[in-house]
């Protein structure tokens, strides 16, 4: 009997339909939900039966490995209390030490020195080593481009520093005698040895770093460092690099090469930072010793502490890290690790006129457990930028969140004050009453009786330790020395802002040409004023309107001036790439585009430049002459 199966009923096939999605719903949902990256929750504190090795014949080792930790003269004027005389570093920290206190061993880059001089753009004061301590770092990097900018008096200084602070340090050293005897870097933890090595490319080397060594990325170099660090049998070998370029977003052939030449001479890990932003990791397969293994890459960590606010430069990420060895065959591998989100939160809401800056991890600010009144635009920020990791990670690493809250937070840093010491080492030789107070920050100095704004720390190949003139004894020295203080000229730099000049008035132009190259630095007021006069701003736009009907006319915008002509780094500064430096009146202004008409120049200056560069203004040539601001 044949059956017409185009007769059935439209209706009889509904419960054939109903089961069918009702079998695939949860597949559809599932793929509908599909996160960026797998997250995976842990708790700061846990029993100790949950942490009780049931199998004695292994144990673990907790890493924690950061990107870079900045410290510049902006920073240094937000950490300086004026009523105390003292650096407070408490805050900078605090959100993210209880994290990086569960490492047994915590790693970060460090971009910054100890000089014991706030005239060294790139120094800090003692007191930021000790925050560094106290934060759970116990392993601090000096190969990079910032200590290739500190004299050999000065590296020698910051070994003394951290050793105070019981920090172990390698990438640099006073000579070879020195660096045969320490390099590499051998930790012994828990029953685990780890060797530590570290490597920069720096493409020019200032003159005042060329009597002391710095580990340069160089293959002949690194494989007699491996052949030595295998010489010590270690567990586990760590590679960090300095290298790449900023804002790098991509690997380059070179470095994934590079990687897997290491990979191929026994490295276990290999983590790089530099580009002040996240890149991505690899899985990357080598062989060693005949055998198949698959190695870890992760070519930027970005920024733990960021250089300065711009946006890009914020983010980073933490790579949280255990190892397990077992006691009878010494065989070592990873056992678990994941990446934690970090971001550079900027406060200037909290406390009227003053900025406080904090590492946070991004999964607790975005879950309102710390922070749970920063401002909106803020907490966005902070969402999309551990959206940023997950987008770029989520293929290769799960996200580590902890339990973190504003409790936990203050009940470590009360830990910590009470013991003096990381939850992660509990020997600090050193008490915080015990360490001297640094001076009061000051712009730094290059000459006698010229000042440069913060934002030259950021350039590579600037002098640091110039030997500037002692305070003199007599009283119109020191009235001198008073109004070349970092707050004289930074309430100056305001007060340049807060009073623009009118186009109109041709006298009070010709004074502005006149002052000097800190009050006028678009780049230094963009780093450490507190506000812009944006009314004024559009005022003076609205003023310039009038311009528009010299047919010879080109409009430029002025963003930077200086008494001494100091080049940008266009490889660091990529959007302004094609300035114009025009000297007059003995400074040298940089200026940027050739518009014949105003309302372009004026909407590039206010989309593209002012929001960077808060005191740059919009400068008018007839027939090549300056006429007006």
């Known amino acids: ?122 120094s800090s004061p003692d007191e930021f080593g000790l925050a560094l301590k106290y934060a759970g770092i116990n392993v601090a990097l000096h190969a990079n481009v910032h200590t290739a900018n500190i004299s050999k008096g000065n590296l020698k200084r910051t070994d003394e520093v951290l050793d105070e602070y019981d920090i172990f340090h390698t990438g640099a050293f006073l000579d070879n ?68 370029a900023n804002l790098q977003d991509m690997p380059s052939y070179a470095q994934q090469e590079l ?56 983010n980073g990420y933490i790579i949280d890290l255990e190892i397990q060895k077992n006691n009878f065959t010494t065989e070592t591998h990873v056992s678990d690790w994941g990446v934690i989100p970090v971001y550079t939160y900027y ?8 900025t406080k800056v904090y590492s946070v991890p991004c999964a607790n600010v975005e879950s309102g457990d710390i922070f749970p009144k920063i401002p909106y635009i803020e907490k966005r920020r902070a969402v999309n930028s551990a959206y940023e990791v997950r987008k770029l990670l989520g293929t290769t690493a799960d996200e580590i969140q902890y339990n973190l809250n504003e409790l936990i937070v203050n009940n470590v840093m009360e830990s910590i004050d009470i013991t003096n010491a990381p939850l ?38 600037q002098p640091a330790d110039v030997k500037v003139n002692t305070p003199a004894n007599n009283k119109a020295e020191k009235k001198k020395e008073k109004e070349n203080s970092y707050f004289a000229q930074k309430k100056k730099a305001e007060a340049a802002i807060a009073a623009p000049v009118s186009a109109n008035e041709s006298a009070p132009a010709k004074e502005i040409e006149k002052v000097s190259p800190v009050e006028i630095s678009a780049h230094q007021t963009a780093e450490i004023s507190t506000g812009v ?41 990529t959007h302004l790439k094609g300035y114009d430096v025009w000297p007059e009146d003995g400074l040298y202004k940089y200026m940027l585009g050739k518009y014949t008409n105003y309302k372009q120049c004026a909407d590039f200056w206010k989309n593209q430049i002012q929001p960077r560069y808060k005191q740059s203004f919009i400068v008018k040539f007839v027939n090549g002459k300056r006429i007006a601001k």
């Open 424 to 461: 992660n080492n509990k020997y600090n030789p050193k008490r915080e009453d015990e360490v001297k107070p640094s001076d009061a920050p000051e712009l730094p100095v290059t000459s006698a009786g010229s000042n440069n704004p913060p934002s030259l720390a950021l350039l590579y190949g």
């Open 1 to 122: 009997m044949s059956v017409n199966y185009f007769s059935i009923r439209p209706l009889a096939f509904i419960p054939l339909l109903l089961l069918f999605f009702s079998a695939f719903q949860p597949v559809l949902a599932q793929q509908k939900e599909t996160p960026l990256i797998t997250f995976r929750q842990r708790l700061l504190m846990q029993k100790h039966e949950d942490n009780f090795e049931k199998i004695d014949s292994f144990v673990k080792l907790h890493l924690m490995i950061a990107g870079n930790i900045y410290q510049t003269e902006k920073h240094a004027a937000y950490a300086y209390d004026k009523a105390t005389g003292r650096y407070d570093y408490k805050s900078e920290l605090n959100y993210i030490q209880p994290i990086l206190n569960l490492g047994d061993i915590t790693i970060a880059n460090l971009k910054t020195s100890f000089s014991n001089s706030t005239k060294n753009m790139f």
């Open 533 to 573: 006069n944006i009314e004024s701003a559009d005022a003076e736009i609205a003023k310039a309107k009038e311009w528009e009907s010299d047919a010879d006319t080109i409009y430029r915008i002025q963003f930077y001036a200086l008494k001494t002509f100091i080049p940008l780094d266009t490889n660091y500064y």
């Open 259 to 314: 990687a897997q030449y290491v990979f191929q001479a026994g490295a276990n890990l290999v983590v790089g930072t530099h580009p002040n932003t996240p890149m991505r990791i690899d899985m990357m397969n080598y062989s060693y010793n005949g055998e198949e293994r698959e190695g870890i890459i992760a070519y930027s960590l970005g920024n733990l502490v960021s250089s300065n606010e711009e946006m890009r430069n914020r």
């Open 177 to 244: 005698i020195q660096r045969n005897g320490n390099y590499p870097l051998i930790i012994n933890k828990k029953g685990f040895r780890i060797a530590v090595m570290n490597y920069t490319n720096l493409t020019s080397r200032p003159v005042i770093s060329r009597d002391f060594v710095i580990n340069e990325i160089d293959k002949t170099t690194i494989d007699r460092d491996m052949h030595l660090a295998h010489a010590y049998k270690p567990d586990f070998i760590i590679v960090y690099f300095d290298w790449g």
């Open 347 to 354: 406060d200037t809401t909290t406390v009227r006129g003053k």
